[in-house]
């Protein structure tokens, strides 16, 4: 005997037999609780079930039976543990089809669909996978807060927000943290919410994004944090090809753990291909989202689906990354024509940082707490984040970033 609890997708009456369509508590495969017209009293109950109730079921599965579609279950028991009390308002199942706007307003009830519960399956197991692989490789999960005192980093706007009377910001990425603590603890990973203030109206951005930042002291160059990341890539998409091939199945989606290293390309490479297709770029500017679709279709092409871009101008890069004379040591990573991570060594040296700073027309003494840190003995260091979402998007061919996030923080949502 076994017991199934779920919720009742769809109901069918076929003469003396009613067909009930459940969807089970977290597998991905619907069941049909097949039930027959006799004196268990089963049938009474069955006949009263409405479309959303949640019910438990005993009994047993059977293989061959007379249902068509999904599994079928032969219960002795059905009770129903929650009656909706209005009619459901989308079909979990899809069979109407749904928008965007539907898909996130009932995401509590989409997820019983197997396509959506396999999306947010899969990102569990990421991060599951990605702490796996820095934990192997002896760095420390840390939390810093989110709450702060001073203002951007550069980049991106951030909210502000009233402290006991004082201006507060929410942060929006770890990064002064993070490289602050390379003072004490050179092996740092932080799984964090980003806020960014920016009125995007784009597939790609969220006000309230995720990511996988990490941060190692003592490095030799930048070469070291981009075998970091290129390693931490490859065991997630090893680890998921291996252990979520059902998600990956219902999502229509193969995936091949990347051989590594990857494919390194220069910026003045990067405009040098684009301008061959008929696409300038101002030297110095950062990548449009043009230019990056467009860079991916060169790139796989080439046989390509994830690619750094390396040697960046420091123009188009933050005031803490290192400068190799117009250049910088940074890089992105991009994943089939998006980017999915930044990263770079950051310039360690108290002098050379405060000159960064004034370069980029920031205010020094509002950096004071940050500053400090680099006064005793900052070892060379450098690291990266790792956008959670825009890595899923890519890995699963989304159309939409909002699709990789349960309740999308984006200018029109605030709720649910
Ligand atoms: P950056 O600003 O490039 O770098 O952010 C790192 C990665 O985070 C993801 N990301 C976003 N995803 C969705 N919506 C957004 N609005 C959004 N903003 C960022 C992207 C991006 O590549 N401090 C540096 C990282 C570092 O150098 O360690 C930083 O924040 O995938």
Not at 20 to 37: A, D, F, G, H, M
Not at 106 to 130: D, G, S
Not at 196 to 221: C, P, Q, V, Y
Not at 366 to 371: I, R
Request: aromatic share 10%; net charge neutral; proline share 5%.
């Amino acid at each position: 005997m076994e017991e199934v609890v779920g919720w009742v997708n769809a109901k069918r009456k076929l003469g003396g037999i009613i067909f009930i369509e459940l969807i089970p508590r977290s597998s991905l495969k619907p069941l049909t609780v097949v039930v027959k017209r006799d004196n268990s009293g089963l049938w009474e109950v069955a006949k009263k079930l409405k479309l959303g109730s949640a019910i438990r079921v005993k009994g047993e599965k059977v293989s061959g039976g007379i249902s068509k579609r999904g599994e079928e279950f032969k219960p002795s028991e059905i009770v129903e543990v929650a009656c909706p009390s209005e009619s459901i308002p989308v079909d979990p199942l899809l069979k109407a089809g749904v928008t965007l706007d539907t898909l996130i307003r009932y995401r509590y009830l989409m997820l019983r669909n197997p396509k959506v519960r396999a999306v947010f399956k899969i990102r569990a197991l990421l991060l599951k996978y990605a702490r796996e692989y820095l934990e192997s490789e002896g760095f420390l999960e840390v939390n810093t807060p989110k709450l702060c005192g001073a203002g951007a980093e550069g980049g991106a706007e951030v909210f502000e927000l009233d402290y006991f009377g004082r201006k507060a910001y929410l942060a929006q990425s770890p990064q002064l943290y993070k490289q602050m603590l390379m003072a004490g603890l050179p092996k740092v990973y932080e799984i964090t919410p980003y806020f960014r203030a920016e009125k995007h109206h784009t597939t790609r951005h969220l006000n309230e994004s995720w990511g996988i930042d990490a941060e190692m002291g003592f490095i030799r160059g930048v070469d070291d944090v981009m075998r970091l990341l290129e390693g931490l890539i490859s065991y997630i998409l090893g680890e998921l090809s291996k252990k979520a091939k059902e998600e990956l199945n219902a999502l229509g989606v193969e995936v091949e753990p990347p051989v590594i290293p990857f494919k390194r390309v220069t910026y003045d490479e990067v405009l040098k291909l684009l301008k061959e297709e008929g696409l300038v770029l101002r030297w110095g500017e950062d990548l449009t989202h043009e230019a990056e679709r467009k860079l991916g279709e060169i790139m796989k092409e080439k046989g390509y689906e994830l690619y750094f871009i390396i040697n960046y101008p420091w123009e188009a890069k933050p005031f803490y990354i290192m400068k190799e004379g117009r250049l910088s040591k940074s890089f992105d990573l991009d994943y089939k024509g998006l980017e999915i991570a930044s990263g770079g060594q950051r310039e360690h040296r108290f002098n050379e940082l405060i000159k960064n700073m004034r370069e980029k027309g920031l205010n020094v003494e509002d950096f004071g707490f940050y500053l400090e840190a680099f006064k005793y003995g900052m070892p060379p260091h450098g690291g990266f984040g790792l956008g959670v979402e825009r890595l899923l998007m890519s890995l699963l061919n989304l159309s939409n970033v909002r699709e990789a996030i349960l309740f999308p923080r984006d200018i029109q949502r605030l709720i649910p």
